[in-house]
């Protein structure tokens, strides 16, 4: 009986000789894999080797990561009968991994793993954390010294703001919590540590898309209605590039900044470090042709109007631009309706050319009406009207850039040339965050589409101020030259030129986080802005007022064209692998 109870005693306290691991099964995607580590890592498992610099961190793939998490975990949890299954995406097995290189090293027993993160204790004063087992601050309030309540559910900061950004509460903060209770539906008990804020469902990607065409859609109104008012483009544009890079830095310091650094996941200040040259090339190289394009519509619109200006513009973005992205995003999108949009845009061109063309045909009219009535004594003095003769010499009067006797050509030229530049800024910055070409070295993160779109923006500010100080003393079009002091003393507009660099930089942010979870050929959807930009060229500058019953019927035809491309664009939407 001693000798029994001697080996009962020797074998509770001894770890079996024959190790068994935690292993995540070959063939399950990286999307199912990453929420394995995600709830591994918060629930109990030491995920410290797998961070950057670890010793675990390569190979740095999601599979990879993954064993080890799903490992630590089920050590820590003492090898319990269920600890090894994560929804079918892990199994046991007597091996370790192929892939663990040296000086990784896997816990092979539950004494080797440490005990288990899961339950809380209660100190005075500022929280913190000890091995196996964390504190938390016993102040009360929401946030204190990083603790949050214990009786409060991570969900619902990320909740309110997910809708608050996108309409989406799934689109949200991905808790890497290493103090999770595992009790109920996971209630929070100590410090949770965020990851950045990532748009991942198909809701959420959809939301930022339509957010961001109406913001794409408004600021061309803005900066149109300056030009109008006879404030000269360069000093708008100026003041437009200075607000479009604070937009971008501020989504930087913000959403890029969440929490710490994460398993393939950097954040903003960590890849400023990176060596990621490649990427940031390619995000400075979109950043160049976003703005050559949005200076060259500034003078498209004058010559053309706003309406059609955007039609063209975005209709040559889309055929071209969601073409290379279809095929730069491994076509996760749906060909068969993806393409039926791109061709509704193709469509749309040309009815837009055709509506520009009737257009000034309708005015050219009018105004020979109004030349033959003053030769004939027949002018009164009257209040100018939306589309009457009157308004557009009152316009031209007063606008910057003088249309009268110019060719329709020169508009029609500098819309396809703005259009092709617009048509490479997206695929640029997918091949920034995605690095399709595999130009990063082993190991080197992905650019985050925060950090990415920092840089891009960057880019995009030193184009424009190189250029439109040029155009002050060097201007084109006809323009009056100005000066630097000139633009400096020009507060005129001012605000609505600032308020239109803001549009304009959060719409083009929202697009790419739309983008990166849904593909960036489904995100050249709001390149349909057309529709909002010609809502607002009818209703505040009166385009096309008292024009031909052809006018009308070809700008109907145009917009319902858009309409179509904008559904199918939407519905070819695909969602991207994590990676």
Same mark, same amino acid.
């Given at each position: 009986?001693?000798?029994?109870?001697?080996?009962?005693?020797?074998?509770?306290?001894?770890?079996?000789?024959? +190790?068994?691991?935690?292993?995540?099964?070959?063939?399950?995607?990286?999307?199912?894999?990453?929420?394995?580590?995600?709830?591994a !890592?918060?629930?109990?498992?030491?995920?410290?080797a &797998?961070?950057q610099?670890?010793?675990?961190?390569?190979?740095?793939t999601?599979?990879?990561?993954?064993?080890?998490?799903?490992?630590?975990?089920?050590?820590?949890?003492?090898?319990?009968?269920?600890s !090894?299954?994560?929804?079918?995406?892990?199994?046991?097995?007597?091996?370790?991994?192929?892939?663990?290189?040296?000086?990784?090293?896997?816990?092979?027993s539950?004494?080797?793993?440490?005990?288990?993160?899961?339950?809380?204790?209660?100190?005075?004063?500022?929280?913190?954390?000890?091995?196996?087992?964390?504190?938390?601050?016993?102040?009360?309030?929401?946030?204190?010294?990083?603790?949050?309540?214990?009786?409060?559910d991570?969900?619902?900061?990320?909740a309110?703001?997910?809708?608050? *950004?996108?309409?989406?509460?799934?689109?949200?903060?991905?808790p890497?919590?290493q103090?999770?209770?595992?009790?109920?539906?996971?209630? $929070?008990?100590? &410090?949770?540590?965020?990851?950045?804020?990532?748009?991942?469902?198909?809701?959420?990607?959809? @939301?930022?898309?339509?957010?961001?065409?109406?913001?794409?859609?408004?600021?061309?109104?803005?900066?149109?209605?300056?030009?109008?008012?006879?404030?000269?483009?360069?000093?708008?544009?100026?003041?437009?590039?200075?607000?479009?890079?604070?937009?971008?830095?501020?989504?930087?310091?913000t959403?890029?900044?969440?929490?710490? @650094?994460?398993?393939?996941?950097p954040?903003?200040?960590?890849?400023?470090?990176?060596?990621?040259?490649?990427?940031?090339?390619?995000?400075?190289?979109?950043?160049?042709?976003?703005?050559?394009?949005?200076?060259?519509?500034?003078?498209?619109?004058?010559? &053309?109007?706003?309406?059609?200006?955007?039609?063209?513009?975005?209709?040559?973005?889309?055929? *071209?631009?969601?073409?290379?992205?279809?095929?730069?995003?491994?076509?996760?999108?749906?060909?068969?309706?993806?393409?039926?949009?791109?061709?509704?845009?193709?469509?749309?061109?040309? $009815?837009?050319? @055709?509506?520009?063309?009737?257009?000034?045909?309708?005015?050219?009219?009018?105004?020979?009406?109004?030349?033959?009535?003053?030769?004939?004594?027949?002018?009164?003095?009257?209040?100018?009207?939306?589309?009457t003769?009157?308004?557009?010499?009152?316009?031209?009067?007063k606008?910057?850039?003088?249309?009268?006797?110019?060719?329709v050509?020169?508009?029609?030229?500098?819309?396809?040339?703005a259009?092709? !530049?617009?048509?490479?800024?997206?695929?640029?910055?997918?091949?920034?965050?995605?690095?399709?070409?595999?130009?990063?070295?082993?190991?080197?993160?992905?650019?985050?589409?925060?950090?990415?779109?920092?840089?891009?923006?960057?880019?995009?500010?030193? *184009?424009?101020i190189?250029?439109?100080?040029?155009?002050?003393?060097?201007? &084109?079009?006809?323009?009056?030259?100005?000066?630097?002091? +000139?633009?400096?003393?020009?507060?005129?507009?001012?605000?609505?030129?600032?308020?239109?660099?803001?549009?304009c930089?959060?719409g083009?942010?929202?697009?790419?986080?739309?983008?990166?979870?849904?593909?960036?050929? +489904?995100a050249?959807?709001?390149?349909?802005l057309?529709?909002?930009?010609?809502?607002?060229?009818?209703?505040?500058?009166?385009?096309?007022?008292?024009?031909?019953?052809?006018?009308?019927?070809?700008?109907?035809?145009?917009?319902?064209?858009?309409?179509? +491309?904008?559904?199918?664009?939407?519905?070819?939407?695909?969602?991207?692998?994590t990676?």
């Amino acid at each position: 009986m001693v000798i029994f109870l001697f080996l009962a005693l020797l074998f509770g306290f001894t770890d079996y000789s024959s +190790a068994t691991y935690c292993v995540c099964k070959d063939g399950v995607g990286d999307t199912a894999l990453q929420k394995t580590i995600d709830y591994a !890592c918060g629930a109990g498992a030491d995920c410290s080797a &797998v961070l950057q610099n670890g010793g675990c961190y390569q190979p740095n793939t999601v599979k990879s990561h993954c064993d080890y998490a799903a490992n630590s975990y089920f050590q820590r949890k003492g090898q319990v009968a269920g600890s !090894c299954d994560f929804a079918g995406t892990a199994t046991t097995s007597a091996t370790l991994p192929s892939t663990v290189v040296s000086g990784c090293t896997y816990p092979a027993s539950p004494s080797q793993a440490g005990s288990s993160a899961t339950t809380p204790t209660t100190s005075s004063g500022t929280g913190g954390t000890t091995t196996g087992t964390p504190t938390t601050s016993t102040t009360t309030g929401i946030y204190n010294g990083g603790g949050i309540e214990e009786d409060g559910d991570e969900s619902w900061v990320a909740a309110v703001v997910g809708v608050l *950004i996108c309409g989406d509460s799934s689109s949200k903060f991905h808790p890497i919590s290493q103090f999770r209770s595992e009790k109920g539906n996971q209630q $929070l008990l100590g &410090v949770v540590e965020l990851k950045m804020y990532e748009i991942e469902s198909r809701g959420g990607a959809i @939301a930022c898309m339509l957010l961001s065409l109406f913001f794409l859609g408004t600021w061309p109104a803005v900066m149109t209605s300056l030009e109008r008012r006879g404030r000269l483009p360069q000093h708008t544009y100026l003041d437009y590039s200075i607000t479009n890079l604070l937009a971008a830095v501020l989504i930087a310091l913000t959403f890029g900044q969440i929490g710490d @650094a994460q398993l393939g996941k950097p954040n903003f200040f960590t890849q400023l470090a990176q060596d990621n040259w490649p990427s940031v090339l390619f995000a400075m190289t979109g950043g160049i042709f976003l703005s050559i394009g949005n200076l060259a519509t500034q003078y498209a619109w004058a010559f &053309v109007g706003l309406s059609v200006t955007e039609v063209i513009t975005s209709s040559i973005t889309v055929v *071209i631009g969601t073409t290379l992205n279809y095929f730069l995003d491994d076509r996760i999108n749906k060909a068969q309706i993806l393409f039926p949009g791109a061709t509704c845009f193709l469509i749309a061109v040309c $009815l837009g050319a @055709a509506v520009h063309k009737s257009n000034a045909a309708d005015n050219g009219q009018k105004l020979d009406i109004l030349s033959k009535d003053k030769e004939k004594g027949n002018g009164t003095m009257r209040e100018a009207e939306f589309g009457t003769a009157d308004f557009l010499i009152e316009l031209e009067n007063k606008r910057s850039i003088k249309v009268f006797g110019k060719s329709v050509w020169l508009g029609l030229g500098i819309n396809l040339f703005a259009g092709c !530049c617009f048509s490479l800024f997206s695929p640029s910055f997918n091949l920034a965050t995605n690095d399709q070409w595999h130009l990063l070295k082993k190991g080197v993160d992905h650019l985050v589409v925060y950090t990415a779109f920092f840089y891009f923006s960057c880019s995009c500010f030193i *184009i424009a101020i190189v250029l439109n100080i040029t155009f002050l003393y060097r201007p &084109v079009m006809d323009l009056p030259k100005s000066s630097f002091k +000139a633009y400096l003393s020009d507060w005129n507009g001012r605000w609505l030129a600032l308020l239109a660099g803001i549009l304009c930089g959060f719409g083009n942010g929202l697009q790419f986080m739309g983008g990166e979870a849904a593909g960036f050929a +489904a995100a050249d959807a709001v390149q349909a802005l057309p529709l909002v930009s010609t809502f607002w060229g009818i209703i505040i500058f009166g385009e096309y007022r008292k024009s031909t019953r052809r006018t009308y019927t070809l700008l109907v035809s145009m917009l319902l064209m858009f309409i179509v +491309a904008v559904a199918l664009l939407m519905a070819s939407s695909g969602h991207r692998k994590t990676s």
